[in-house]
């Protein structure tokens, strides 16, 4: 059974960071897109950052020069460096993994979601 687990969010002055992990287990998601999604109350579910095979990634444009997608070798667990945190970037926020695809920038592209982990900015 594939899960993955979210967490490391939490509430934070703005201008803090956080860092936000998740586990992947049940299977290996090396060569295959990774990513963080998050949901803000009222707002739909947008990409913040993919981790793709070879490596690259792809940031939302909000949070370019702040946030630092990442993985381990195996890509059992993935990494959001988040810094300089602003309200706006209070939201919910979704560990994603595709079974298929190595290059994914959009929610319907992944398969496996986690339960997501609550982050907090106050101003």
């Known amino acids: 059974q594939v899960q993955l687990a979210e967490s490391g969010g939490g509430l934070v002055q703005a201008g803090g960071s956080l860092r936000l992990f998740c586990a992947a287990s049940?299977?290996?998601?090396?060569?295959?897109?990774m990513g963080w999604f998050r949901q803000a109350p009222g707002k739909e579910r947008e990409l913040v950052a993919t981790?793709?095979?070879?490596?690259?990634?792809n940031y939302a444009d909000s949070v370019k020069g702040r946030f630092t997608i990442s993985t381990d070798n195996a890509k059992n667990t993935l990494f959001l460096q988040m810094n300089r945190l602003k309200p706006e970037d209070t939201a919910v926020y979704y560990c994603?993994?595709?079974?298929?695809?190595?290059?994914?920038?959009?929610?319907?592209?992944?398969?496996?979601w986690g339960q997501g982990t609550q982050v907090t900015v106050s101003s």
């Open positions: 049940g299977r290996t998601f090396s060569g295959l897109a």
């Open positions: 981790s793709n095979a070879g490596g690259s990634t």
């Open positions: 994603a993994a595709s079974s298929r695809y190595r290059y994914a920038l959009v929610a319907p592209l992944y398969d496996y």
